[in-house]
């Protein structure tokens, strides 16, 4: 117990604080975009939910290096399977997508990764960790193959070892040890491994879903920075959420999904909370 207050004595940046014990920042600190040329491009695109019914109805935008683009709507309306077929968990049924140039429609998932995709996954114990494995082993799901993690398919432990070491730092995840099962760790340093697994290899696109879900407000402080980071580094991202908050904060530009079409897209600049409300709900909607 760290404190005891009244609500009409303390504010959001001091519960923030006394949660975490720090001060954190609750605004996004990110300077005007710089937007380059187009690195993922969708067109027509269509995707059948689990039950074989069209979920996503041929719906096209495009992302460009140096900005995010942020996929605002009410979770259910298509932007899970969106995603997943987009970082080759599902099959598309229709449309098109180019990668960096290449067609790289219904690719499968180490395809995508070797060409620059990075994927922070909507659930993070179900798509993006082996919650049996260490967090050593789990920061290099993607790139244990290749030296020096993997030398003529024999696994070099030394090199996991400092490799995950440098990531423990660098990303200020609270391990007792790199050999810890992932399953150990909070949700929020869970998150943090996925993101120094993803985000510390060379990487032209960030598929972001849902980055912050679950996450305390420390976490969440840091989940943001990294992403805004990417974007100022050159890479595209595309950040799909549920919070409008993370949405109208982050973005440069917002689209908006409503039962899987995208209704409107709208700078962020010009966008107003009433009206992506509005567009989330299904009002005042026009398909673009």
């Known amino acids: 117990m760290v404190n005891t207050v009244t609500p009409a004595e303390t ?9 975490v014990g720090r001060q954190v920042i609750l605004t996004v600190e990110k300077g005007a975009s710089e937007p380059k040329e187009k690195a993922l491009e969708v067109k027509d695109f269509k995707v059948n939910s689990q ?42 049924t229709g449309g098109a997508v180019h990668f960096d140039g290449q067609e790289v429609t219904g690719s499968m998932p180490r395809a995508m990764t070797e060409i620059g995709l990075a994927h922070i996954p909507e659930d993070r114990q179900r798509h993006g960790l082996v919650l049996s494995y260490t967090v050593a082993d789990n920061m290099v799901l993607c790139d244990y193959y290749h030296p020096p993690f993997g030398v003529r398919g024999i696994i070099q432990q030394t090199a996991l070892d400092e490799n995950a ?3 423990i730092q660098a990303y200020d995840v609270r391990t007792p040890s790199p050999y810890v099962p992932v399953s150990k760790l909070s949700g929020g340093n869970q998150q943090k491994v996925i993101v120094a697994r993803e ?9 972001a879903n849902q980055p912050t879900r679950g996450l305390d407000v420390g976490s969440i402080e840091y989940i943001h920075s990294v992403i805004v980071k990417m974007r100022d580094n050159g890479a595209a991202v595309l950040l799909v959420s549920a919070e409008l908050d993370e949405i109208m904060a982050l973005s440069d530009r917002i689209a908006v999904m409503y039962r899987g079409h995208i209704v409107a897209i709208v700078n962020v600049k010009e966008a107003t909370r009433e009206q992506i409300g509005l567009w989330m709900a299904g009002a005042q909607a026009a398909s673009v």
């Open 165 to 167: 070491r440098r990531l």
């Open 51 to 92: 039950r074989g019914l069209e979920t996503v109805h041929g719906i096209s935008f495009d992302v460009r290096g140096g900005e995010i683009l942020g996929i605002a709507g009410v979770q259910g309306n298509g932007q899970t399977e969106l995603v997943e077929a987009l970082t080759g968990l599902r099959a598309p």
């Open 11 to 19: 504010d959001e940046p001091r519960l923030a604080s006394m949660m």
């Open 199 to 207: 985000l510390s290899r060379p990487v032209k696109l960030v598929i």
